[in-house]
């Protein structure tokens, strides 16, 4: 089959090979994807790059956790009516070796979920990391019906699946954006009201959306580096649930103030999430889907052989949507 890999970390165009390898072989309790998609995400150009030094140890890696595809076969104990049934595979990169840059691939079937019809391939290689980090970030401190969230960075991946998770849920939303068009993407999904994270004192500009009334909880894609400003929106007993803290990786904590506001602290990736969280999250997804009720954005749609570009895009960044490379 044709794939993509690294035998060594570095930089996409210095390690990235498109080639040749074996085709894989369901084993018990797995089935075989032939693969139409595969998500490219953050943490796949990480690890590619040396994120994870002992990644390699056991031989080369073909990256991607996300992607969709067709089941071709099954393993000892899955049902044969499984196959020709169209799926969204997600942590097929995850504690192995072989994910799914690459035309076939070989997981345990729980991680090949039914891919509703009406749903694109494309969609479904945004499912595994975007959608269900998005999720768990909203709901796993309880319902948010009745609440305020604050969703910073509601234009990017995560955060655009995040304020239509949270309006699902039931909640006013308040997106963070940096740009007129960006206002409008966040708006357009249901933020409620949108403020500039560029601009000073933004927390404060959120409490003018509530009338003062401080919010319940906050969905974070810069925690180190927006904390200050959301700790002046966010009430006591409130949520920060957040999944990527960049610009300052290694934050320092004003513990005594956020002790004394009785703060949750969550720290989300999709990998370590509860079974039962991922079985949630996967069962609200595909009934929005079938209902047609999530909107998405695909920024970038390459082809195979420039998976590297999509690499470096994700590396670049700049942009909200995802970014799907078509291998069928």
Partial sequence: MQAV????????????????????????????????????????????????????????????????????????????????????????????????????????????????????????????????TAHRCVFADGPVKGQTVVVTGGAGRVGYYAIQWARWGGATVIATASSAADEETCRAVGADHVVNHRQDNWGEAILACTGGDKVERVVEVQFGANLPEVLKCLGVGGVIATYSSTVVKEPTLPFMQMMFMDLTLRMVIVYAMPEAAKMQAIADTCALLEQGKLQHRIAYNLPFEQTGRAHELIEQGGFGGCVVVSID
Wanted: a negative charge.
């Fill in 5 to 132: 890999w690294f035998e060594s970390f570095g930089s996409a165009a210095d390690t990235l090979v498109l080639g040749e390898q074996p085709k894989p072989e369901p084993g018990p309790g797995e089935v075989l994807v032939k693969l139409v998609t595969t998500g490219v995400n953050p943490s796949d150009v990480k690890k590619r790059a040396g994120s994870f030094l002992n990644l390699l140890d056991a031989g080369l890696v073909v990256p991607h956790s996300d992607g969709a595809g067709v089941i071709e076969a099954v393993g000892a104990g899955v049902a044969a009516s499984r196959v020709g049934e169209r799926v969204f595979v997600y942590q097929a990169q995850f504690g192995r070796r072989f994910g799914t840059a690459a035309e076939y691939v070989a997981l345990d079937s729980v991680r090949a979920p039914r891919l509703p019809d009406n749903a694109s391939f494309e969609v479904g290689a945004c499912i595994g990391i975007p959608i269900m």
